[in-house]
């Protein structure tokens, strides 16, 4: 029988010892947005993931965008350069003050809004345009509200945000989902769960981006409903 290989943490154990130094809010800027960040919040400076995906997404002018897993609000925000209208969306109390701080830093009041909830638990049902999402990846358990950034057993969360996400997008709507294939020798099965959630959910995907890194790659996937062009 052959053994699955066990996923290296040490690259995710320097990420979360990099958030553990910070001990008040700081400040820095990315891609010209400025970002006040507070304690125990993912920090797009701290990985390539989050500049990945907003380097990839595509957003039209006059859309609304939902930005599920929002963090410190940096993709949204990015996606508000262009959007008419965005909400920004964490289960972290920390993460809704940092969605906060970087709204007012960037003068986005008139566009982007945040909303504390466990997936679409707290959200009114509104359809969107676009729904982006950066959800945690690696199939570990958290023990801190930070390490929920990263860890989820099963990926539990990603299966949930799939079987949900339907009824907040237009049905020409569509996601952007930041994904690795980390769990590739699994049984979750890296980018073939994908395949099994688009079949399950009326979905279907592309992958329009990819970048290899070391011993994972991570992929920028559009995904729409079935029936869409
Ligand atoms: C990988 S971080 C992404 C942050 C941000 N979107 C970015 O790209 O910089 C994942 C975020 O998901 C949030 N999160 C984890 N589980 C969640 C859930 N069930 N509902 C809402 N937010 C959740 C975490 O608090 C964390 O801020």
Redesign the pocket.
């Known amino acids: 029988m052959t053994k699955a290989n066990p996923i290296d943490l040490h690259p995710v154990q320097r990420l979360l010892d990099k958030h553990r130094v910070h001990k008040e809010e700081y400040e820095l800027e990315i891609d010209g947005i400025k970002l006040r960040m507070v304690p125990n ?2 920090c ?1 400076a701290y990985t390539n ?2 500049r990945f ?1 907003t380097d990839n997404l595509t957003i039209n002018e006059g859309e609304s965008v939902l ?6 609000g ?2 949204g925000i990015c996606a508000a350069r262009i959007a008419s209208r965005v909400v920004c ?4 109390l920390n ?1 809704i003050k940092c969605i906060k701080n970087n709204i007012k830093a960037n003068n986005l009041a008139n566009k982007v809004s945040s909303v504390k ?3 679409f638990k707290a959200i009114k049902v509104e359809r969107f345009d676009v729904v982006i999402a ?3 990846l690696l199939p570990g358990k958290p023990r801190t ?1 930070l390490e ?3 860890f ?1 057993p099963g990926l539990k ?1 990603t299966v949930k945000f799939f079987n949900n996400v339907s009824k907040y997008l237009k049905d020409n709507g569509r996601i952007y989902l ?1 994904f690795s294939d980390v769990t590739k020798d699994s049984k979750l099965g890296g980018l073939k769960m994908i395949d099994d959630l688009c079949a399950e959910n009326g979905f279907k995907y592309k992958v329009v981006a990819t970048k290899p890194v070391g011993y994972e790659s991570y992929f920028v996937i559009e995904i729409k409903k079935e029936n869409n062009g």
């Open positions: 919040v993912f797009p993931t989050s995906l930005d599920m897993f929002s963090g410190s940096f993709v969306v964490d289960h972290s993460a909830s466990d997936l950066n959800p945690p509200l929920t950034a990263v989820d969360t930041l």
